[in-house]
């Protein structure tokens, strides 16, 4: 089945323990993205991927790692998180960038104390 | 700035009727628009691609129109049904890198038996 997925669903942390967010695509996807969605504000982009070790900063970058050293995958790091990271997160893929069908993972709800 | 509305007023409305949800953008001229539908606890689902030089387009019971000149699409559900409730989000290229997809904060749609 052609999916996103994404570890963990769920987790709870303290300020300043670095975290990963894993991601994989099974879809063989070139273009990889993580979006963050907050209460009235939607999904905003943090970070994309054109391809493997190509990524590029989105709209919401601060504090946030990625790296894309194979091209399934695509983990999301904060290295010291702060309560304002405290989000729904969600990693996406598409066959090769903007003008096509985003697949979405089911989301990463993260609270940070 | 680049803006994208959406009503952020639920919309209501009986079973079998059509369902007509606005997105408005200042600052922009996107080249294409897709629409995605959100359920609760869950990752936005690709439902149609709009781009600047088609007027409308259909999938079954859903229409998408695309005024470039109000900066405007419409989204239509035709014979709606309880199960097209979600939240329903638009998204649009963002300016200053061509594979950054702008989504606005979406509407939610209760559609009543």
């Known amino acids: 089945e052609a999916q996103v997925t994404q570890n963990p669903r769920y987790l709870i942390t303290v300020t300043g323990k670095k975290l990963t967010v894993t991601c994989s695509q099974n879809?063989?996807?070139?273009?990889m993205s993580w979006y963050r969605q907050d209460p009235g504000l939607g999904l905003r982009q943090i970070y994309y991927s054109m391809n493997v070790e190509v990524t590029d900063k989105g709209d919401v970058p601060e504090g946030y790692k990625v790296s894309r050293k194979e091209k399934r995958n695509f983990p999301l790091i904060l290295e010291s998180p702060s309560p304002n990271q405290t989000s729904l997160y969600f990693c996406?893929?598409?066959?090769?960038?903007?003008?096509?069908?985003?697949?979405f993972g089911p989301g990463t709800r993260l609270l940070v104390l | 700035s680049q803006k994208i509305e959406q009503n952020s007023e639920a919309l209501n409305i009986q079973e079998g009727k059509t369902a007509t949800l606005t997105c408005n953008y200042t600052n922009y001229s996107p080249a294409y628009l897709q629409w995605y539908r959100q359920d609760p606890g869950r990752g936005p689902v690709f439902l149609l691609l709009?781009?600047?030089?088609?007027k409308e387009k259909r999938k079954e019971r859903l229409k998408v129109t695309f005024d470039t000149t109000l900066k405007q699409s419409l989204f239509h559900i035709t014979a709606s049904q309880p199960a097209d409730s979600a939240t329903y989000l638009c998204a649009l290229e963002g300016t200053g890198g061509y594979n950054k997809l702008i989504f606005g904060a979406g509407t939610r749609l209760a559609v009543h038996p």
């Open positions: 709009i781009r600047e030089n088609e």
């Open positions: 879809m063989n996807h070139e273009y």
């Open positions: 996406a893929s598409s066959l090769s960038g903007r003008v096509e069908t985003q697949y």
